[in-house]
Each structure stands twice: as structure tokens, then as C-alpha cells.
């Protein structure tokens, strides 16, 4: 990062790649959904992602999107300004989820043909995350398969909580899980939907992404814990979006209230906690010093992984401005008030270094 040796390494961060962009393009008014700005077409195209986002009739629909959403140059311009040496690029919220069956099979496999692609090309600097359909586990399944054996510049794999509609403890998903595990490919765990929605109103997005977003990973997380899916894919390895959401705060009363329930407590091997440590990482998209370090005291300085949520959250004067990004300086800021130099560099670069495999720059 700014301050560090070898740059930091973001395992936070999208690209809604030029494939991906058409199929947004060729949806209007299905939601999400690319237009181009009705008041002025030589404007930024806008784009509408979140549910209510096109029935405010007082603003322009939706938000602009531009370059920063789907350009590799402007990935590559974002992380020289901010220090940032590697990116471990995913497709952004809501993946293939709105897509009929085969063609979301169909377009997972371009897509990550297309990542591979760009990752290749980028001199060491950027990896991804590949997207699966996950509407077809079988067909998910021969995907990661495939990757495994020969796109190296695949990480693993990014999934929202949806599965294949019923959710991440659907058991259509154990063969998913168990070639995950086989291959070590880590899932990045990521919200869409939001969790307690209806009490958001009024609020713009901020209650949303605040709230309604960490907790959607929290409650995904933790049916999938209670289903025993870490006691039968004892390698299956997570990353969780936003620090875990709010898990690393509720673990001790996830614990307590599943010792408490006797019949649950018998179906799984270990207690909650057990599964947050062995099982899962996190990344450090939490923005405050205490948030981090109570990650730290409960999992140990070893599973964090410096993230940034690019192009998302950009500053007022423009994603493509000069300006430094506000929510990736205060990311910073967050990690720099940690007290131990080895804890800073293992979470901006050493983590994921180790746990993905990536080569860090000269
Ligand atoms: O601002 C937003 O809508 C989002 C989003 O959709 N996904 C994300 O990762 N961050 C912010």
C-alpha cells in the first residue's frame, strides 16, 4: 500500500468485464441493467444494479457507470494511485444470477476464459476470481474442474449466497463443494441481496450496503456452518466479504445458542468458532482499527486479506479523477493503526501471498 514495501495485494475487487457490459447493455428495464443517460447521451452510461433504483423520479436513474467499472487501464491506473501492487479481480454483484441456466453455464465459461485472459497479459499484476453458474452445480463443478487444470491465473472463485435458488446449505451444492475443497480453490463469499431490506426505506443505499449486506453473508454463513458442510469438506476454505459481515462480532452467541440448542449441538463436530478459524478468511473491507483487530483476537493475524471493493464507493470528484479514493485511504488507515508491523504487511500482502499462491513484485 502507500506505505508498504511491496504494495498491497486486493482481493476486494470487480470488473464487470466487456462481455459482461453487453449482456447489462441488452436488458433494459430488467434490473441490473445498463442505459445510456437519457438527458445526455455523451454522458456516462448509467446503470442500475439495486432494487427501488429506477423509481426515484426526482434523479437520474440509477448511477454513472464508466471505464473504472470494466476497463482493465483504469484498474491498473486506481492501483498505481493507491499503492497497490496485485489485484485479485471478480465479477461484481449479482454475477450470472439473473441468467436462465444454460446460458449462465455459457457465459461463466467466457468470462473466465476472458479473466485468465487479461490476468496473463498484466505482467503479474492482476489474478481473478472466477464466477460459476451456480443455477447448474454439475456444470459449476466441471467448470472449476477445468480451471483447476488449466487457467493458472484463477484463484478461486467468487459466489453470492443465492446457490442454485435455495440458498448456500442446499445440498445440490455438496459436489460444488467437494471439488472446491479437492482443488483448494477458496470461495469468495459476497452479498447482493441485502438481509432486513424492508427497514431501509428513506435511507438511500447507505442502510443497505451498511447493514442489509453484512448481514446476508452473516445469516448465509452461518446456515451453511450449521449444516455441517465444514465437517463433511473439512478443507473447503472461505473467504467472507466485509470482514465476515457482522460474524466475528456474534461468534461467541453463535457458540452459546447452538450448545444451547441440544439437537443442532449434536449435528455438528465443533463448535461455530471452530469453522471461523480453520475454515475461513476475511477480508479487511471493515474501515476501522477496533473492527480489525477483533477479527484478529478471534481468528488469529493470518486470515486477513487486504481488500478495497473498487470500483465501488468511488470519491465526489469522480472514479476517474486524480483524487485518492476516501474509502481506500481510511481502509488504509485502519490497518496502519495496528500495532505490529508483522500484522500490517501480513494483512496489505503476506496473507494472500501465502494463501493464494501469488507472486509478490520486485
Ligand atoms: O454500491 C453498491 O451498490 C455496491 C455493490 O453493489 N456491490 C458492492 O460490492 N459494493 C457496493
Not at 252 to 274: A, F, I, N, Q, W
Not at 334 to 347: F, H, K, M, P, Y
Request: charged content about 25%; proline content about 7%.
Amino acid at each position: 500500500g502507500r506505505n508498504y514495501d511491496h504494495g498491497s495485494i486486493d482481493v476486494h475487487t470487480h470488473c464487470y468485464l466487456p462481455r459482461y457490459m453487453e449482456v447489462l447493455r441488452n436488458r433494459h428495464p430488467n434490473v441490473p441493467y445498463v442505459i445510456p443517460d437519457p438527458r445526455d447521451s455523451t454522458l456516462d452510461e448509467r446503470y442500475v444494479i439495486l432494487p427501488g433504483e429506477d423509481n426515484d423520479p426526482t434523479s437520474a436513474i440509477g448511477r454513472p457507470i464508466g471505464e473504472e467499472y470494466f476497463c482493465v487501464k483504469e484498474k491498473l491506473r486506481y492501483m498505481d494511485r493507491h499503492g497497490i501492487a496485485i489485484s485479485v479481480m471478480s465479477l461484481a454483484n449479482p454475477w450470472l444470477d439473473f441468467l436462465p441456466k444454460d446460458d449462465a453455464v455459457a457465459m461463466s465459461t467466457l468470462l473466465n476464459d476472458d479473466l485468465q485472459e487479461i490476468s496473463e497479459d498484466s505482467k503479474g499484476r492482476l489474478y481473478g476470481f472466477a464466477t460459476l453458474a451456480t443455477q447448474d452445480p454439475i456444470a459449476a463443478c466441471k467448470e472449476v474442474e477445468r480451471l483447476a487444470t488449466s487457467q493458472r491465473m484463477i484463484k478461486g472463485v467468487i459466489l453470492g449466497t443465492s446457490g442454485a435458488g435455495k440458498g448456500l446449505d442446499d445440498p445440490a451444492l455438496e459436489p460444488l463443494y467437494e471439488t472446491l475443497a479437492k482443488h483448494n480453490f477458496p470461495v469468495f463469499l459476497h452479498p447482493h441481496y441485502g438481509l432486513g431490506n424492508e427497514h431501509y426505506n428513506n435511507t438511500g443505499h447507505s442502510l443497505f450496503l451498511a447493514l442489509g449486506f453484512p448481514f446476508e453473508t452473516t445469516m448465509a454463513i452461518s446456515r451453511l456452518i450449521l449444516s455441517g458442510a465444514f465437517d463433511r469438506h473439512t478443507n473447503l476454505k472461505f473467504l467472507l466479504a466485509h470482514a465476515g459481515g457482522t460474524l466475528p462480532f456474534l461468534a461467541g452467541r453463535l457458540d452459546s445458542c447452538v450448545s444451547g440448542d441440544h439437537e443442532m449441538c449434536d449435528k455438528l463436530m465443533h463448535p461455530p468458532t471452530y469453522y471461523m478459524k480453520k475454515n475461513f478468511y476475511y477480508d479487511s473491507v471493515i474501515y476501522t482499527t477496533p473492527a480489525l483487530q477483533s477479527v484478529i483476537d478471534l481468528v488469529g493475524s493470518d486470515k486477513l486479506m487486504y481488500g478495497t471493493d473498487n470500483p465501488f464507493f468511488p470519491p465526489k470528484e469522480g472514479a476517474r479523477s486524480d483524487a485518492e479514493w476516501p474509502s481506500t485511504a481510511k481502509n488504509y488507515d485502519a490497518i496502519d493503526g495496528l500495532e505490529d508491523e508483522s500484522v500490517r504487511n501480513a494483512i496489505v500482502y503476506g496473507n494472500a501471498s501465502n494463501i493464494l499462491g501469488i507472486d509478490l513484485l520486485e
